[in-house]
C-alpha cells in the first residue's frame, strides 16, 4: 500500500525527481557496464560506444517525432535506453511498442529482459517514488507493477496495475500484470471477470496470458489450442530452414534432448534415470542446455548420462540451432514447450528432421514446425487428437516418467515436528498455489467441515497468498488455523513427512503432474477428478499406471465423495494404502527402464518413418512383452 505523502510542489517534485533520476541512472549505469552481459553491453564500456547508443537514440526519437507509430524507430529506442542503463525509459518504450503489437511475444519478452534488470539494479523505494511522483502517469504505474510483480509481491503489483488502468481502462500491459498477480495469489476477488477479460482478449486476438498459466484457468481443448495458435504465430520462420529434407544416415540414431532444466527441478528430477537407462548401442545422445547450472548432484549426474553435454546457456538462438544441424541430430526433443525459460526460436529455425514436444508444457504447441507430441491414451485420448498440430505418439501406460533409483522415503517424522496437531485427518495438497481453483477450495473447505478435526496441508506459500486463503477459508465457514503449511525442505524431508497424511488432494483443471508421482512413491493415495485436457488428466494417467484406478473420479461431486468416504473409514484407506506399497514395485510407473524402452520404440517408429521419406503420423506404441 502506497503511504499518505505530503504536497509537494510542481517545481520541487520535478527538482526532486532530477535529483533521484540522476542519482539512480548514475549508480545503475556503472553497475550494469560492471557487468559485462552481451555483446552490445561489453561495447557500451568505451566511451565511443556509448555516443553510438546515444546517436542511435536521438536519431529514433527524431522518426518517432514524425512518425509515431515507427515499430523499428520505438524499438530502437528501446534498445537503445536498455544499452545505456535508463531501464525505466527502456520499458517506458516497450510499453508504447507493446500499445501498437500487443499480441508480439518478443516484445513481451523484450519487456521482461528490461524488467530484470531494472529489478537487479534498482532499489525497491526509488520505484515507489517513480510513481508517487508522476501518479497520473500509467506507464510509471505498469514500471512499478511489473517491477513488484517480477519480486513476486503479488498484493502490490495488482494495486499498481489498477493503478494504471484506472488511468486508462484498454491499457494491455496493466491487464496482463494484474491477472498474472492475481492467478499467482490465489487473489479470486477477481476470478469471473479475470477469465472473462482473458476470453475477450482472445477473440479479439490478444494473449494477456501464457499459454502454460492459461492451463489453470480452462479445461477447453479447443480454446487452449486456440491460445497455443497465437502464441506460435510469432515464431513463424522469415529465411529458410537449416534442415531442407536431406536423410541422415548415422551409425546411430542421434538424439538431443533441449531443455533448460538438466538441474534439480521437477522435469531434470523424472528424466534423469530415463537419460541414463538409454540404449547406447543404438542411440548417441546429445544434451543441448539453455538453463543454468546449479552445481547438484543431480547436475552431474545427468551430465555423465549423455554422449555430449552442450552448455548452450550463453549461446544465440541461431547458433544453437546451426549447432543442432552440424551434429545431424534425426530427433531433437524439446523438453520445454511454451514455458518461461523457452528457446522456441532454436525449433521455429528447424535444425533437426523430427522435433518433438515432450514434458515441460502439458499441450500443443500448435506450431508447424513441431512433428510429434509424447502422450497416453488416457491425457490425450483419440476424440482430442483434432485440437493438437503435432502428430500424437502414445506410450502404453503413460507418458510421465520416473527414477526407480531414488530412495525408498525415510521413516516419517513426529507430527509435532512436521508442525501438523497430534491428532486428526490430514488432507494434503502440495501442488503450487496458482492451480488451485475456487471450486476445488469449496470441496476442501466442505471435507474440512465434515470431518472432525481434520487439516488442510498446504505447502507453505508467501504471506500474500496466506492472507488471501486466510479470508477465502472465513467467507465458507471454516477455522483458517485448519489450514496448515509445510515450509520449504529438502526433497528426502519433504518425501519422508507425506507419510504422515491420510490423502492427497488433487486439483483441477491443472492437475498435479511430478506431485502425483511423488505421493504415490510416498505412499501416500491421490484422488483425483479426470479434466478435459491434457493437464486436467495427468495424475489419472499416473493412477491408471500404478494399478489404482478406482482413486480416479469424473466429476466433482464423485471427487468429494470419495474423498470424504476414505478419510471416513480407516480400515478401507488402510486396504489402499497397502495396495499401493505392494504395487510400487510391480506396476509400470516406476519401471523406468521398461519406460525407456517403451519411449524409444516411439523414437524408432518416428526414426523409420522419416526415413521413408514419410510425413509424420499418429502412433500406438505396443510393449513387447518379451521386454516386461
Not at 498477480?181 to 476470478?191: E, I, V
Not at 534425426?330 to 514434458?359: F, K, S
Request: proline letters at 6%; aromatic letters at 8%; a positive charge.
Amino acid at each position: 500500500m502506497l503511504k499518505p505523502q505530503p504536497r509537494i510542489s510542481a517545481q520541487g517534485r520535478l527538482s526532486a525527481w532530477r535529483r533521484k533520476l540522476t542519482g539512480r541512472l548514475k549508480r545503475a549505469r556503472q553497475a550494469f557496464l560492471a557487468s559485462g552481459v552481451g555483446l552490445v553491453f561489453n561495447a557500451a564500456r568505451d566511451r565511443k560506444a556509448i555516443r553510438r547508443l546515444r546517436v542511435s537514440r536521438d536519431k529514433a526519437k527524431r522518426t518517432l517525432t514524425a512518425q509515431p507509430r515507427d515499430i523499428e524507430a520505438w524499438r530502437s529506442l528501446a534498445d537503445a535506453y536498455f544499452a545505456l542503463g535508463q531501464y525505466e525509459k527502456a520499458i517506458a518504450a516497450s510499453d508504447r511498442l507493446l500499445a501498437l503489437r500487443p499480441d508480439d511475444r518478443r516484445l513481451w519478452a523484450m519487456r521482461d529482459r528490461f524488467l530484470r534488470a531494472l529489478a537487479k539494479h534498482v532499489d525497491e523505494r526509488e520505484i515507489e517514488a517513480y510513481s508517487v511522483l508522476d501518479p497520473q502517469n500509467k506507464i510509471a504505474w505498469n514500471i512499478r507493477a511489473g517491477y513488484l510483480l517480477y519480486k513476486q509481491h503479488y498484493g502490490e503489483a495488482s494495486e499498481a496495475s489498477d493503478n494504471a488502468l484506472a488511468i486508462d481502462p484498454n491499457d494491455i500491459v496493466a491487464m496482463r500484470v494484474g491477472v498474472h498477480a492475481r492467478f499467482h495469489s490465489c487473489d479470486w476477488r477477481k476470478r469471473e471477470s479475470d477469465k472473462a477479460l482473458v476470453a475477450r482478449c482472445l477473440r479479439a486476438g490478444k494473449s494477456i496470458i501464457t499459454p502454460f498459466n492459461h492451463r489453470a484457468l480452462s479445461a477447453s481443448e479447443a480454446e487452449l489450442f486456440l491460445v497455443a495458435q497465437r502464441w506460435a504465430d510469432d515464431y513463424r520462420l522469415s529465411g529458410r530452414p537449416l534442415w531442407e529434407g536431406e536423410i541422415f544416415r548415422n551409425p546411430k540414431i542421434k538424439i538431443a534432448y533441449l531443455s533448460s532444466d538438466f538441474r534439480e527441478h521437477p522435469v531434470g528430477m523424472l528424466m534423469a534415470g530415463c537419460f541414463e537407462h538409454h540404449d547406447k548401442k543404438r542411440f548417441d545422445l546429445t544434451a543441448i542446455s539453455i538453463g543454468p547450472d546449479d552445481g547438484s548432484e543431480l547436475r552431474r549426474r545427468i551430465e555423465g548420462s549423455f554422449d555430449r553435454f552442450v552448455d548452450a546457456q550463453n549461446m544465440r538462438d541461431e547458433k544453437i540451432a546451426q549447432l543442432i544441424h552440424a551434429l545431424k541430430i534425426d530427433i531433437l526433443i524439446d523438453l520445454n514447450g511454451y514455458t518461461n525459460a523457452r528457446r522456441t526460436d532454436v525449433l521455429a529455425r528447424r535444425p533437426a528432421p523430427i522435433q518433438v514436444n515432450y514434458l515441460g508444457f502439458p499441450g500443443t504447441m500448435a506450431a508447424p514446425f513441431m512433428d510429434y507430441i509424447i502422450a497416453d491414451p488416457v491425457v490425450i485420448p483419440k476424440e482430442n487428437e483434432l485440437h493438437y498440430k503435432e502428430k500424437v505418439v502414445r506410450l502404453p501406460h503413460t507418458y510421465l516418467p520416473s527414477d526407480a533409483s531414488q530412495p525408498a522415503p525415510a521413516k516419517a517424522p513426529g507430527r509435532a515436528e512436521a508442525g501438523l496437531p497430534e491428532t486428526g485427518f490430514v488432507f494434503a495438497s502440495f501442488n503450487r498455489c496458482y492451480k488451485i481453483d475456487p471450486e476445488v477450495f469449496d470441496v476442501w473447505m466442505r471435507l474440512l467441515r465434515d470431518v472432525d478435526g481434520s487439516v488442510l496441508w498446504l505447502r507453505e506459500p508467501d504471506s500474500y497468498v496466506r492472507k488471501n486463503l486466510k479470508l477465502e477459508a472465513q467467507a465458507r465457514g471454516v477455522d483458517p488455523h485448519r489450514i496448515v503449511y509445510a515450509p520449504h525442505v529438502s526433497y528426502p524431508d519433504q518425501m519422508a513427512r507425506q507419510q504422515l497424511a491420510g490423502l492427497f488432494l488433487d486439483t483441477t483443471p491443472y492437475n498435479a503432474h511430478t506431485t502425483a508421482s511423488e505421493a504415490l512413491w510416498a505412499g501416500l493415495p491421490v484422488v483425483t477428478y479426470l479434466g478435459e485436457s491434457f493437464q486436467g488428466r495427468v495424475a489419472a494417467s499416473v493412477l491408471h499406471a500404478m494399478g489404482l484406478p478406482e482413486l480416479v473420479t469424473s466429476s466433482l461431486r464423485e471427487y468429494e465423495d470419495l474423498a470424504r468416504a476414505l478419510a471416513q473409514n480407516p480400515e478401507r484407506l488402510a486396504a489402499l494404502k497397502a495396495k499401493l506399497r505392494h504395487n510400487r514395485a510391480l506396476m509400470p510407473l516406476f519401471d523406468t527402464a521398461r519406460f525407456t524402452r517403451n519411449l524409444e520404440t516411439a523414437y524408432v517408429m518416428m526414426w523409420e518413418r522419416q526415413q521413408m521419406n514419410l510425413p509424420p503420423e499418429n502412433l500406438d506404441v505396443v510393449e513387447n512383452p518379451s521386454s516386461v
